[in-house]
């Protein structure tokens, strides 16, 4: 059962809209989903800019579809949960806008939250994050866009995995966490940074209690150095009860440089060793890939790039890759368009990247997912 992605490229009047998702295969829908990051109206980097959500909601089966999505406030954390219910025929689809939420953080009129959805029938969730100039949490002027697969229980860990985690690196890229419980009772989760070649975390550990089916979210934590590395979240006592989806962005606002990137963190039961969609061809010239190492000793890691035409058009491998850390491919990927995967034995996640700069006046896309099944 090997994953796949959806690739969705808009290229709109110089704007930047560009996102991706890896395709939702039989396993991976359920009669409850869950979404850890859901926005309206809420804060960008670029003052100017707010971030409001889609949900859509794909009904698979022959029979109508009875959901209920739950809306937990992540912020504030103490807001009653908010309810949306839909009817979704055979086949159907439903979307439900993030201006359907309440305002709960009024000195801002937006919402941080998590979404629990249930039904009778398996569905199947993705949720879409436009970024732009906002009327009452609605995006009129969309100019980045990225989006996400929302997550069976079943992909749920006791530890998940971030193969990319970026602060302030080089004053312009970023990443944030939003993590969510999927349980009925509170959990306490700790998060570590890492950077390539150390085995010592970066910073101080951040701890964070949360609520039931609620996202906590993690954003330049105090005390972290500039970091291009990866990151790690952890169930305090253990059990399968959180997901998680990394945002990873690209804000040199002085140069009208914009990339925006929401990917899938990585758990013991969703990790896929195929990589099925990138580009290294003009003008996504900057796609990189981060692999990390989930196992608990230092290995090493191969990938192999395929071309379109299923032939392997090259093998490369990195080696000494310690526990938790990320190293990253980017000079050794082909001038190609195809897919990749990893051969080495043990366990490495995998984030792909898909970046092109100095496009439209130096204005940039940027897409990217987890490598997940």
Same mark, same amino acid.
Do not use: C
């Given at each position: ?13 110089? +704007?930047?809209?560009?996102?991706? $998702? ?72 439903v979307t439900i806008p993030g201006t359907e939420l309440p305002t709960w953080e009024g000195s801002i009129s937006g919402s941080l939250a998590s979404a +629990?959805?249930?039904? &009778? ?7 879409? &994050? ?63 940074? $890492? ?24 954003? +330049? ?6 970091? $291009? ?39 013991d039961s969703n990790r896929s060793p195929v990589l099925p969609r990138f580009r290294r061809t003009s003008p996504w010239n900057w796609t990189g890939i981060?692999a990390q190492n989930m196992s608990g000793s230092t290995n090493g890691v191969t990938l192999d790039f395929y071309s379109t035409n299923g032939s392997l ?17 980017? &000079? ?20 792909? &990247? ?20």
């Amino acid at each position: 059962d090997l994953s796949v992605a959806v690739e969705t490229i808009y290229n709109d009047g110089g +704007r930047h809209l560009a996102d991706m $998702y890896p395709g939702v295969t039989s396993s991976r829908i359920s009669t409850t989903m869950v979404a850890p990051l859901i926005l309206r109206n809420w804060l960008h980097l670029n003052s100017s800019w707010r971030q409001t959500t889609d949900l859509y909601i794909f009904n698979p089966s022959s029979q109508a579809a009875s959901v209920t999505a739950t809306f937990y406030d992540s912020y504030g954390t103490t807001d009653p949960p908010h309810v949306e219910l839909r009817t979704i025929p055979a086949g159907g689809v439903v979307t439900i806008p993030g201006t359907e939420l309440p305002t709960w953080e009024g000195s801002i009129s937006g919402s941080l939250a998590s979404a +629990r959805i249930t039904s &009778n029938v398996p569905v199947a969730v993705v949720v879409r &994050n436009w970024v732009g100039t906002s009327t009452h949490g609605s995006i009129t002027t969309p100019y980045l866009s990225s989006s996400y697969r929302g997550f069976a229980a079943s992909e749920a860990g006791s530890t998940v995995y971030f193969p990319l985690a970026a602060n302030q690196w080089v004053g312009a890229y970023d990443s944030g966490f939003q993590i969510q419980n999927i349980s009925s009772s509170p959990k306490s989760v700790t998060v570590r940074f $890492y950077k390539e070649g150390d085995p010592n975390p970066q910073g101080s550990a951040v701890n964070l209690a949360i609520g039931a089916y609620q996202s906590a979210n993690v954003w +330049r934590p105090s005390g972290l150095p500039q970091l $291009y590395g990866s990151a790690v979240a952890e169930v305090s006592g253990g059990g399968n009860h959180i997901v998680a989806v990394a945002q990873y962005e690209d804000t040199r606002i002085a140069q009208s440089k914009y990339g925006l990137t929401l990917y899938e963190a990585i758990s013991d039961s969703n990790r896929s060793p195929v990589l099925p969609r990138f580009r290294r061809t003009s003008p996504w010239n900057w796609t990189g890939i981060m692999a990390q190492n989930m196992s608990g000793s230092t290995n090493g890691v191969t990938l192999d790039f395929y071309s379109t035409n299923g032939s392997l058009n090259t093998s490369q491998s990195k080696s000494g890759v310690l526990s938790r850390t990320s190293t990253l491919f980017f &000079n050794e990927i082909p001038a190609m368009d195809g897919s990749a995967q990893v051969t080495s034995v043990p366990a490495f996640g995998l984030m792909g &990247n898909l970046s092109r700069q100095d496009v439209y006046t130096n204005q940039d896309n940027m897409m990217g997912y987890g490598v997940v099944k």
